[in-house]
């Protein structure tokens, strides 16, 4: 029984970890992240959903790469709403403000870099509050 508890346990943590934004590299890597180092505290920082420099072109690339590799920025620099809607939906089991707030966040600016920065810099307040 107690095998069974522990199992169930770990079962539970990372199937939750699944569900987190993770601004990590993921193999194989997005062909524009190829050779795109980025430190574990830069990376750390985005997991916690804090606020990132707008004019930081290091996180501007990383976010690109990120959003790129997550499919909610198409190959063109274009933030599908269709994706970022399903992931914030399976993400906040289907909180309709939260929805609605990411879906507001989706404004496409004169570079993809920035679009991605952006779109980060608005929906920072829901990485935080899901990944905690």
């Known amino acids: ?16 970890r699944a569900l987190k934004i993770d601004f990590n590299h993921r193999d ?5 992240c ?3 180092n980025f430190g574990q505290g830069q990376i750390n920082l985005l997991n916690r959903g804090d606020l990132v420099d707008p004019n930081c072109p290091e ?3 990383h976010l690109m790469c990120i959003w790129k590799q ?9 933030l599908d709403k269709g994706v970022i809607t399903e ?6 089991n289907s909180n309709q403000d ?3 707030t990411a879906q507001n ?3 496409q600016k004169k570079t993809p870099q920035k679009t991605a920065n952006d779109f980060y810099n608005c929906i920072h307040h829901l990485v935080k509050k899901y990944n905690s």
């Not at 522990?6 to 199937?15: I, N, P």
């Not at 997550?70 to 274009?78: A, L, T």
């Open 59 to 61: 996180y501007s690339r």
């Open 105 to 107: 966040c989706i404004v």
């Open 70 to 78: 997550m499919g909610v920025m198409n190959e063109d620099g274009i």
């Open 28 to 32: 194989p890597r997005h062909k524009q």
């Open 1 to 16: 029984m107690k095998y069974f508890f522990v199992l169930f346990f770990f079962f539970c943590v990372f199937s939750a």
């Open 87 to 92: 992931k914030i939906d399976d993400f906040s």
């Open 34 to 36: 190829v050779g795109h």
């Open 98 to 100: 939260d929805i609605k």
